[in-house]
């Protein structure tokens, strides 16, 4: 084979994989990373109406608990309120707070809304998710892992991830509240090994945060997806599909103990 055909193969495959990230960062930024300020603040997705001595269950934060990438549409707060379903014979309401795109900036914003804050005050348990859009950046964390800006945003995610959890016991002291952390959709790419340090590094600083506080557990999901990550993700591989989701929801759901009074 001549060195003038080696060198065009070389070409073709380099460009070829130059496209492909190009166009996963496209993907990721157009499906999951859009800034939430640019979203209309959706109705309240509520199932059930509760009644007296009834568990209200509200769930918080971003795509992750919107269930996008799930074509079931359940999410894993759904298979968390079927498990439950399955435990207690109370009557039971859901509400999803959740916003597509959305950062801790804007969820501070969201918990300082007197509506959410009735809805908040109601709640039994609280479930969440926050800190992948404030770490990814709308893929740019993909074109430059840089460690100084990485940290600098981590730093600024933990002080806001305080202000959150800080919110919330203002408005309920009582309630559980599930902080679900992050998975790295993409440790199979060639940088895996840098971007699982960070996931884990931002996970670490986040359980430090939640364990600041009165009934706030940070619920661990790195490893959920650290073997076979595709076989657990959506088609644009960056959000969990039904079975992630499950895994998730099953998770979250086995850290749930109901009370004598909420059985």
Not at 83 to 101: C, P, S, V, Y
Not at 121 to 131: H, N, P, Q, R, V
Not at 196 to 202: G, K, T
């Amino acid at each position: 084979m001549s060195k003038r055909i080696i060198t065009m193969i070389v070409s073709i495959c380099t460009a070829t994989t130059l496209l492909w990230t190009v166009g996963l960062i496209i993907t990721i930024q157009d499906q999951f990373f859009y800034e939430a300020s640019s979203i209309k603040q959706p109705k309240p997705t509520t199932s059930n109406i509760k009644q007296n001595n009834g568990l209200s269950i509200v769930a918080l934060g971003d795509s992750l608990t919107r269930g996008t990438g799930d074509e079931t549409g359940k999410g894993y707060v759904g298979y968390v309120v079927d498990d439950l379903k399955k435990r207690t014979n109370q009557h039971m309401q859901f509400t999803n707070l959740a916003i597509k795109g959305q950062r801790s900036p804007q969820l501070i914003n969201q918990l300082k809304q007197k509506e959410v804050q009735r809805q908040l005050k109601e709640a039994d348990i609280i479930l969440m998710t926050i800190g992948g859009n404030d770490l990814f950046r709308g893929g740019e964390a993909l074109r430059d892992l840089s460690h100084a800006q990485i940290e600098k945003e981590k730093k600024k995610f933990v002080e806001q991830l305080h202000t959150i959890f800080q919110l919330i016991r203002t408005v309920n002291d009582d309630a559980t509240v599930f902080y679900i952390a992050l998975y790295n959709p993409f440790n199979d790419l060639g940088n895996g090994k840098e971007t699982s340090a960070i996931v884990r590094s931002w996970n670490y600083a986040a359980s430090e945060v939640a364990a600041d506080y009165k009934s706030i557990i940070c619920v661990p999901t790195y490893d959920l997806f650290e073997l076979q990550v595709n076989d657990y993700l959506y088609t644009d591989k960056f959000h969990p599909n039904k079975e992630g989701y499950k895994r998730i929801g099953e998770r979250v759901a086995s850290l749930i103990t109901l009370t004598k009074g909420e059985k």
